[in-house]
């Protein structure tokens, strides 16, 4: 254990600035943070340490950058919330302050001090110390880094021809980026094929796929590739190369080919729940649909006789039951094959649901309409309209709770032949009464599920939410991106959602990708594993260990006019997991920003004894 | 004065600057065009910087919008232009002139180097806005401790004109004599991010706001649980009681046709929930209630926020607040019609703090200033269902809650999508002979400048 007493610094050492964050109480509502810069100030190679209420609002990071002007600083600390928030932010105040941005560490005293130790403030004080300790130890041994730069290849891949996907390739195209679109089915428009007119405008699905698909026909940087998949990726941000093939089916002979690409948008959607069978009755009594098969029936009433008439039935009443697929709650509903059941809220099939209701209120009158719901989430601009004119319509409503699900048996019908469906349920809106309903048909609204992707997720290493879609990396910040680079979402792939909301995340990933393309290089973190050559022994262990492939391989080389295999590196594939450090029997490969003698120091500086943590703590 | 109107020459002009105005400026910038932000407040950031923590996530508020409020000052491609107030958008061929005013802030921006100086001379104090007069700030201060720029206001309704600050301040910046300044913005496009605000708490005269400081808004309650919080606790403001039961009144300004608010406001069912959580951290003794008519979390993640609001003991009662009566201590009355229970669907509930779901409505009437249309709701009209930032006139674009209540994850999205849609716009117009419409430069951008104009740099020095 190496003791760190208050040693005087000459010129020759870092002049380091300790930046504390009180994160407007967040942190300093438990750690002591004016004795965290006291105790700092007497570290080894720190001559400044400072509280700011916010370190990230402006007033915090100026004082950074002029400090470094002012005080001379060469590396500087930042103790605050996570990493994940804020590096990217004080990596910039250094930089504007003239040094290099890789000059710079983070302490994560929020997350890992004030907020895991609220009930400790000594030991809090203590730990941050500590950690800013060690991070001041792993600066002292910092190295300016640059970012990596790589080429970026001028054309965008979109994957799914749903709404989203068509919405991407548009707006690029309308920049002027090439855009090849693959769609696995043999037209574009997803899902939209599949409905009439559509929330909240009742404009028929058909005319907003007509009119993407006008913008798309004339404009000549649009390739679109019908019945294709993407079989296989390769490389990195700036340059995928990706193959596809198809087209796939019966039609014709398969064929490959492969294109190089700078950046991907995963359009790929979702798919309707579907019932199991006996689910409500669903495939055991014709009567029993899905929403899907109820938009498909009401099609083809658009004229004709006053009576609903379904597979020899007359259809005189209705029950729509909300939620099916959705809001599923543990220990009540059977969990699908991976044992997962759907906890969350489809968004789209109250007002889909309210908007068919009305629909066949208006043109069968004499229907008789009932809606069983647990809330209406009629929340969108124009939704609440279809529920205010539901009930001005005459639909009935009913209300129950998601862990009493309604029971529904065949019955005698009152017409000969024609059974009904016998529905029991409480219903809440007259205080939890058991109620009955007797009808000819009941429209079950079912959720969204996650598309079915296998394949995508783990060629391209998806990042996959409890509910099975995808993850983007922060869900109010950066609500189309994903950890991996260059890969974007749009649309239903990450969630549920309507028509306009899939059209503005479709739009958002656009604007992202657009200006990923402003530059012909991408600029990637400097934090990627180096090998060493006069250390490297050629052993190849670090090859069979690495995950990601291509990341790392052993090449010919000439040392000293012999030839001998080496391990080499390749940046744009390698993510810095740092597995590859781990297993060199030579200690030949480091990685940059996080070298073997930088967690030296960190360890000594976590261990140290500074004698001041210990007045801290008691 | 008047002869001096200024005419400045831009890309993009964005109304707002709460996080949607933000959010479409950076998507703008980074693709290498030239954007001016025009708030009419001192700071940019909106709504967004006021609130506490946001749900469904939980970050605090200001950790997550500063670095975003941050980048855009920083950004080479962005101007901020705060105190500032759109007047009016004309269309002028293919691009749009823009009336603007700068308030009389009495402060030069030039000048002020943000050291608060004036702020610790100053000795008149009022209710600070920024705390919805929870604390106080002096007469001339710098709004809010992360607000951006960091440059003193001088608020005239309070001022003396004493001279303190003058004295204090080192760098000559405070000028009683400021007169208010009109420009004149040549931009490309325009993006109306220009937000929401709520309706009044007497909306609905049977909750008896009015009568009760204790009956409050929910961005009152954003402030009481604010980390940095004015009071660095929850008090009830007529008497700095600590609360021990909490009533949130849903739909308290929506969903209702005789106040006006048809619509649902959409993010007033997540913010109670969040509220109430947040409020059974700080509070673990309280009770908490949340009437309600339907809980809307339908969007990624709030089910299950819902579910563990829930099953952290928050009582969900289903029910219409009839009317709140005062009741002995300051406290309230509540006489709830319950639809959950046969027994006593008539219930009276007292409670010794109210929290009112206002309805939101749109802040700035678009139709008032320019040839915008607007919906029956009164919020931006979006008459293209293929593209819904897309406004009635070509060249204008909207983003976020001005059209139409929204959550922050929706704003966020709508805003990238309202930019890219500028952004072909912009495309689409190349080659265009007019003026108004920049090149189609993407990284090495060409800005118009004619005679009389503002230079770029010294536009941002002015902290305009
Ligand atoms: C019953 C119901 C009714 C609805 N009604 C309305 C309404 O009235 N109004 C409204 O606003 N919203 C409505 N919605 C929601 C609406 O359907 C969605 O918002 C919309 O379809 C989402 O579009 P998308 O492009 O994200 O996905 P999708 O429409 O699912 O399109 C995805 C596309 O990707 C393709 N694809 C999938 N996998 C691959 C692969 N591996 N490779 C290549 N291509 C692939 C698919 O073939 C498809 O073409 C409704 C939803 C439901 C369930
Ligand atoms: C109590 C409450 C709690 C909330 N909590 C959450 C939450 O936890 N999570 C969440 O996701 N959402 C939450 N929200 C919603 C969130 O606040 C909004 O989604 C978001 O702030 C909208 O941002 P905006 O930029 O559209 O509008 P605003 O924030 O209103 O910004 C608009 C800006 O435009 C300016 N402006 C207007 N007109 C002009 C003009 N003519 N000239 C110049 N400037 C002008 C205004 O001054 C303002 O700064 C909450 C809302 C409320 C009311
Ligand atoms: S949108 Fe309505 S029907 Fe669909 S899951 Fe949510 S609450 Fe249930
Ligand atoms: S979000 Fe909830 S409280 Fe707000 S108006 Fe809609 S239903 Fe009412």
């Not at chain 2, 929850?234 to 106040?259: H, M, N, W, Y």
Request: with cysteine; hydrophobic share 40%.
């Amino acid at each position: 254990m190496n003791t760190i007493n208050n040693s005087q610094h000459d010129h020759q050492e870092p002049r380091i600035g300790v930046y504390i964050c009180r994160c407007g109480g967040n942190i300093s509502d438990v750690v002591d943070v004016d004795r965290v810069a006291e105790v700092s100030r007497h570290i080894p190679g720190v001559v400044v340490a400072k509280v700011h209420t916010f370190c990230c609002s402006d007033p915090g990071q100026n004082t950074i950058s002029q400090d470094i002007q002012a005080e001379k600083l060469d590396r500087v600390v930042v103790a605050s919330c996570s990493p994940f928030l804020h590096e990217l932010t004080f990596r910039g105040a250094v930089q504007r302050g003239g040094l290099n941005p890789y000059l710079y560490e983070h302490a994560n005293i929020r997350e890992q001090g004030s907020w895991a130790h609220k009930h400790d403030p000594a030991g809090a004080t203590a730990k941050s110390i500590r950690m800013i300790a060690a991070a001041v130890g792993k600066l002292q041994y910092s190295t300016p880094l640059d970012q990596i730069r790589l080429p970026n290849h001028r054309k965008a891949l979109v994957i799914g021809g749903g709404i989203a996907g068509m919405k991407v390739a548009a707006d690029l195209a309308g920049r002027g980026i090439p855009v090849l679109l693959v769609e696995s089915s043999g037209r574009l428009g997803g899902r939209l094929n599949q409905w009439n007119r559509v929330f909240p405008t009742d404009t028929p699905a058909g005319q907003l796929v007509t009119k993407l698909l006008a913008q798309l026909d004339a404009n000549p940087l649009v390739e679109i590739l019908l019945n294709c998949k993407v079989t296989a990726v390769k490389g990195f941000v700036g340059s995928f190369q990706v193959t596809i093939e198809g087209p796939l089916g019966p039609s014709g002979a398969m064929t490959s080919t492969q294109t190089t690409i700078g950046a991907i948008v995963m359009a790929t959607g979702f798919r309707p729940y579907v019932p199991d069978d006996g689910e409500f009755l669903y495939r055991k009594d014709p009567g029993v649909i899905t929403m899907p098969e109820f938009i498909d029936l009401m099609r083809g009433q658009q004229t004709g006789a006053g009576e609903l008439v379904y597979k020899g039935r007359t259809i005189r009443s209705i029950a729509f039951l909300h939620c099916v697929g959705s809001r599923q709650i543990d220990g009540v509903h059977t969990p699908r094959a991976d044992g997962k059941i759907n906890t969350y809220c489809s968004r789209v099939c109250c007002t889909t649901t309210l908007q068919q209701a009305l629909a066949a209120k208006e043109r069968f009158p004499s229907l008789q309409v009932y809606d069983l719901h647990q809330d209406i989430r009629t929340y969108g601009r124009g939704h609440e309209d279809y529920y205010v004119r539901a009930g001005k319509a005459g639909v009935v409503f009913f209300r129950y709770h998601g862990d009493e699900i309604p029971r529904v048996e065949l019955a005698n019908g009152k017409h000969p032949g024609e059974p009904s469906l016998h529905i029991t349920f409480k219903d809440y809106l007259t205080w939890g009464e058991e109620l009955t309903l007797d009808v000819d048909m009941l429209v079950l609204a079912v959720g969204l599920m996650a598309g079915d992707i296998p394949d995508l997720i783990n060629m391209f290493k998806l990042p996959v939410g409890e509910d099975r879609f995808i993850q983007e990396i922060h869900p109010k910040l950066r609500p189309v991106e994903i950890s991996v680079n260059g890969v974007l979402l749009a649309g239903t792939v990450q969630g549920p959602m309507n028509i306009e909301e899939t059209l503005n995340a479709a739009g958002a990933a656009a604007v992202k990708a657009s200006a990923m393309f402003l530059k012909d290089v991408v600029e990637l973190n400097p934090y990627v594993a180096q090998v060493d050559a006069d250390l490297c022994q050629g052993s190849g262990s670090c090859v069979t260990q690495c995950e990601y492939d291509g990341a790392i391989a052993m090449v010919e080389t000439q040392v000293n006019g012999k030839s001998v295999r080496q391990a080499r590196v390749n940046p744009g594939l390698c993510v810095g997991c740092g597995a590859c450090v781990a297993v060199c029997p030579t200690r030949a490969i480091n990685l940059n920003g996080w070298r073997l003698d930088q967690y030296d120091a960190m360890v000594d500086g976590l261990t140290a004894d500074i004698p001041a943590v210990a007045a801290a703590t008691s | 004065m008047i002869a001096m109107e200024k005419q400045i020459h831009t890309d993009v002009l964005v109304v707002g600057g709460g996080i949607a105005g933000i959010q479409s400026a950076l998507d703008m910038a980074d693709q290498g065009f030239k954007v001016i932000i025009v708030e009419r407040q001192s700071s940019i950031g909106g709504q967004m910087i006021a609130l506490s923590k946001v749900f469904p996530t939980l970050d605090c508020a200001s950790c997550i919008t500063t670095p975003k409020m941050s980048a855009a000052a920083h950004h080479p491609n962005i101007q901020l232009m705060v105190n500032t107030e759109v007047n009016q958008i004309e269309t002028v061929g293919a691009g749009q002139r823009i009336t603007v005013t700068r308030k009389a802030t009495y402060v030069d921006p030039e000048k002020c180097i943000g050291c608060r100086l004036c702020e610790y001379a100053c000795e008149i104090e009022y209710h600070d806005p920024f705390e919805l007069g929870l604390g106080a700030i002096r007469a001339i201060a710098i709004p809010f401790t992360n607000a951006i720029p960091q440059k003193a206001v001088l608020n005239p309704d309070y001022c003396t004109t004493c001279g303190l600050c003058a004295r204090a301040c080192p760098t000559d910046a405070i000028d009683y004599a400021q007169e208010p300044q009109t420009f004149t913005v040549h931009a490309g496009t325009v993006i109306v991010a220009s937000g929401f605000a709520l309706n009044s708490l007497n909306v609905k005269p049977q909750y008896n706001a009015a009568q009760s400081k204790n009956v409050i808004s929910p961005l009152t309650m954003e402030r009481l649980l604010a980390p940095h919080a004015p009071y660095g606790r929850v008090l009830r403001p007529s008497d700095g009681k600590i609360p021990s039961s909490v009533a949130f009144v849903q739909c308290a300004g929506s969903r209702d046709e005789t106040i006006g608010v048809p619509y649902c406001s959409r993010v007033c069912c997540m913010y109670a929930i969040k509220q109430a959580m947040l409020l059974s951290g700080a509070l673990p003794m309280a009770d908490i209630t949340i009437y309600y008519m339907d809980i809307r979390a339908f969007g990624k993640g709030y089910e299950q926020f819902y579910q563990n609001a829930r099953a952290m003991g928050i009582n969900f009662v289903r029910g219409k607040v009839a009317r709140i009566e005062s009741a002995p201590n300051d406290d309230m009355l509540l006489h709830v019609e319950l639809t959950e229970e046969a027994a006593d669907p008539c219930r009276q509930q007292r409670h010794d703090l109210v929290v009112l779901a206002q309805g939101m409505l749109p802040q700035w009437n678009v139709s008032e200033h320019s040839s915008l249309q607007r919906g029956s709701d009164g919020f931006v009209a979006s008459p293209d269902v293929t593209n819904p930032s897309a406004t009635n006139l070509p060249g204008i674009f909207s983003a976020g809650t001005a059209s139409g209540p929204k959550d922050i994850v929706d704003t966020i999205t709508e805003s990238g999508a309202s930019a890219m849609a500028a952004r072909r716009y912009l495309h689409q117009q190349k080659g265009s002979k007019n003026p108004d419409i920049p090149t189609d430069t993407a990284a090495v951008h060409l800005v118009q400048r004619g005679e009389g104009e503002i230079h770029d740099d010294q536009a941002v020095q002015a902290g305009l």
